[in-house]
């Protein structure tokens, strides 16, 4: 029998960015939330403090900070013919827990998607009709405009703060920022970082052959800043343990430095961290949820937990887990295309270009998270799908994020992997490349889904999230494509080795090498509740009461980076939730 | 003093102890115990292996990052006390690992780890199944070869030339894996003495600010490593 605790106005599941921005947007509300954690507690003093988080064992290889499979995973297949095996260790994506979720531990690439990217679907039918659209391609609308969210995202970057150089301000191009980007209505709240050496190569070689370089929008604070919530930034100091660390230096945006102190004063706000939600709780009504069930850990106990509104917070996979073991929406059968919770998992395709000079010293370790130059120049809105044959986009940059030697040990192409020709080369060339990335999006399409696992379990004996996923044609001609860009410009560098390291022709995915916790989809947003789980202010399209944060809304990839994305769209449906929804709870649309 | 092929130079752990005097010798806090008062590999007690699988990677660490040519070699930085402690803790148990049945352990390699062992108990049950196929294939346990032979089959192990259980498929990535972790992390964990792999490569450790160097383009850096507890080299 579980236990019950007192009602709640709001409960919140998960206590990352959008549990952070979510419970104090609700908060000012004067309403009482509460928000569940499943990991630890989590805070910059002491976890993330110096010289203890500056241990790449710990943190970057064993990934202190990420998610257990022991207590949470998820089971991986290519195709719907395969049988599905757990994802025992973490590999190609790293997802958070505790206090702070992946916000803790992010590289702090802050992106707006552009324009096309919430109306994919029309966009490439009226641009390019829709006879380009490949077979078992599911791309679909967001149901959101970019005008509708702008003022949002410019709140998101206001409490973040964000270094960068607006592009297009109002409509207008603005020399030495992104000259692609939508219009803003103001510029980013701090000025750009600097950047290091091998960005500014990479910037030079771009400009001389006509493109449009500029810095990349960085969640790492480039000078003093104070945000909306009082909460304070100090400048980076590029110490080079960023992405899968939490900052020594209250430099990268988090939840803990922009958000949770100021919340946590609020004295109608509380959080209960080793607290995992077992499952949301349906009314009788179906058309409503009465709040949530979680096991407490410190107590060994589950415990019923009455809320008048629930937020689902967590990891977009968590997310779908969660709505799919809550028995909360159909969910999406791949044989008929029917049902929506699920449907539409994507990933990110990423690919790059290492260039090794002997004769330049990059000094790698001096880094961070969002350090670098950027090129849009081959981003969804610059491309004609038609001719080019793929639909998508990728922005390019050049920027160190770290020089830590276990991860980051690249050597040239024809080095062994060991003995005294791999130490010799070690010692001549970790500090003599660079490299080139494409970063870019990944289309949904059929059989590329979330349902639950029919074999394994967790350790509260429920079912697995099963992931069935594989890269498709049209994604790699994309990033084939990138290649071709990328090496362009990387000749013109004269480097004396290139190497270069892109999905192609026949790749699968692979689970093991690292790269990218950018898993997007499943609980998607749109205009119809045939196609989706979220109407467009991410509601329930069933339960009115049930609002799902995260990028588990997108309907397929965007070309950059989520997290800009997400913070936005959690305060464009903060928004809706004050303005309109507590006063008069039901559907919004 | 008599070099025995294939076994760690006495002359590297000479050469180690005077570069970590050196090291010791400047006058700033110290908690660990200085290089000097550490036991030699030959004479460490370790934690998981047993003397015939201490033999064992010893030899393989010292062709894996070997002593000659120009950097330290993994005997010299103690690489194999690191592997012993990893086996003995979580990262030899799996302990943070999803390690719930079934089993398919010759999957799809793209499917990642799916052995139903911990990477401490393949290393126990791989170790002795590549020590007999050295003795058929080359006459000898591996410690015992000469290091042309050794390297030849370690990379036999590598490619897949020496059948092993697919639930023992990882061992070689773990063994490589682990002996470059241990060359790279921080000494606390007991690898990396003196930090001379990060001289080695020119890292400066945990010195964690860099903010005055980010401008200075392809100038050389030049202050050398800390460790996490302070050490300097």
């Not at chain 1, 609308?141 to 995202?153: A, I, K, R």
């Not at chain 2, 259980?165 to 921080?186: C, H, I, M, V, W």
């Amino acid at each position: 029998m579980a236990r019950q605790d007192p009602r709640k106005d709001v409960v919140v599941i998960g206590l990352g960015w959008t549990g952070a921005i979510m419970s104090m947007e609700l908060a000012q509300e004067g309403l009482e939330v509460l928000a569940l954690e499943r990991g630890d507690d989590r805070d910059t003093v002491p976890d993330f403090q110096y010289p203890n988080i500056i241990d790449e064992l710990k943190y970057g290889i064993r990934y202190g900070l990420m998610q257990k499979p022991r207590k949470s995973t998820l089971t991986i297949r290519h195709g719907l013919d395969d049988t599905a095996l757990p994802y025992r260790h973490l590999g190609s994506f790293l997802p958070g827990d505790g206090v702070g979720g992946a916000g803790a531990h992010w590289n702090g690439q802050n992106w707006r998607p552009q324009e096309p990217e919430y109306r994919l679907r029309s966009y490439v039918e009226e641009t390019f009709g829709a006879d380009i659209i490949p077979e078992g391609m599911t791309i679909q609308d967001w149901g959101v405009t970019y005008e509708e969210l702008e003022p949002y995202f410019d709140q998101f970057e206001k409490v973040a703060g964000i270094s960068g150089k607006a592009g297009n301000l109002n409509g207008e191009i603005v020399e030495g920022g992104n000259p692609f980007e939508a219009p803003r209505s103001s510029d980013y709240p701090m000025p750009p970082l600097p950047h290091t050496y091998d960005a500014d190569l990479f910037s030079k070689a771009a400009k001389a052959k006509g493109l449009h370089p500029f810095p990349r929008p960085s969640a790492n604070a480039s000078e003093a800043y104070t945000n909306p919530y009082g909460m304070q930034l100090g400048p980076c100091n590029f110490c080079g343990f960023c992405e899968r660390f939490g900052c020594l230096n209250y430099s990268k945006s988090s939840p803990q430095v922009c958000i949770l102190d100021a919340l946590k004063r609020k004295p109608n706000f509380s959080y209960k961290t080793n607290s995992e939600v077992l499952k949301i709780e349906k009314a009788e009504d179906g058309k409503t949820v009465t709040g949530v069930t979680y096991f407490d850990e410190k107590a060994n106990e589950e415990v019923f937990q009455p809320a008048d509104l629930v937020l689902l917070c967590a990891y977009s996979l968590h997310n779908v887990h969660l709505l799919l073991l809550s028995g909360i929406g159909q969910p999406y059968d791949p044989a008929t295309g029917e049902g929506v919770v699920g449907k539409n998992y994507a990933y990110q395709m990423t690919g790059g270009t290492r260039l090794y000079f002997k004769d330049k010293q990059f000094n790698p370790f001096i880094g961070t998270g969002s350090n670098g130059i950027s090129i849009d120049d081959y981003s969804i809105s610059q491309i004609d799908f038609a001719k080019e044959g793929f639909i998508g986009g990728s922005y390019i940059t050049a920027g160190q994020t770290n020089g830590r030697p276990i991860q980051s040990m690249p050597l040239p192409p024809g080095t062994p992997k060991w003995g005294k020709a791999w130490k010799e080369a070690a010692g001549e060339w970790y500090g003599r490349s660079m490299a080139i990335g494409s970063h870019g999006s990944n289309m949904s399409y059929r059989d590329c889904y979330l349902d639950l696992d029919p074999t394994y379990t967790d350790r509260h004996g429920r079912p697995l999230m099963r992931m069935t996923f594989n890269w498709k044609e049209n994604d790699i001609r994309m990033t084939q494509f990138m290649k071709a860009r990328i090496e362009e410009i990387a000749e013109t560098m004269n480097p004396d080795m290139i190497a270069s390291g892109y999905k192609k022709d026949g790749s699968q995915y692979d689970v093991r090498p690292y790269q990218s916790t950018h898993n997007v989809g499943g609980a998607i947003m749109g205009a119809e509740r045939k196609t989706s789980v979220l109407n467009k202010y991410l509601q329930h399209w069933d339960c009115h009461n049930l609002f799902v944060m995260g990028a588990s809304a997108y309907p397929q990839n965007i070309q950059y980076n989520p997290t800009g994305a997400l913070g936005g769209l959690a305060y464009w449906s903060a928004a809706a939730i004050r303005k309109d929804y507590l006063a008069n709870p039901r559907p919004l649309v | 003093m008599v070099d025995l092929p294939g076994r760690p130079s006495r002359r590297s752990f000479l050469k180690a102890t005077v570069a970590s005097a050196a090291v010791t010798s400047i006058p700033i806090g110290l908690p660990h115990a200085k290089a000097a008062e550490l036991p030699s590999l030959e004479d460490y007690k370790p934690v998981y292996f047993d003397a015939a699988e201490w033999s064992f990677i010893l030899a393989a660490c010292a062709r894996l990052i070997p002593s000659d040519g120009t950097g330290p070699g993994a005997i010299e930085t103690r690489v194999p006390v690191f592997i012993d402690l990893q086996m003995a803790g979580d990262f030899g148990k799996a302990a943070d690992w999803y390690m719930e049945g079934p089993y398919k352990a010759d999957a799809n390699p793209l499917l990642g780890f799916q052995s139903p062992l911990a990477p401490a108990e393949i290393y126990r049950k791989a170790i002795p199944v590549f020590q007999d196929w050295c003795k058929q294939t080359h006459g000898d346990a591996f410690e015992k070869l000469d290091a042309e032979t050794q390297d030849a089959a370690l990379t036999s192990l590598e490619k897949g030339g020496v059948k092993l259980d697919p639930e023992l498929r990882d061992f070689f990535s773990f063994l490589l894996q682990n002996t470059k972790e241990g060359y790279f992390a921080d000494p606390m964990y007991g690898g990396n003495q003196g930090m001379q792999a990060w001289v080695h490569i020119g890292f400066p450790g945990a010195r964690g600010s860099y903010a005055e160097w980010v401008n200075n383009y392809n100038a050389e850096y030049p202050l050398g490593p800390v460790s996490i507890s302070g050490e300097r080299a």
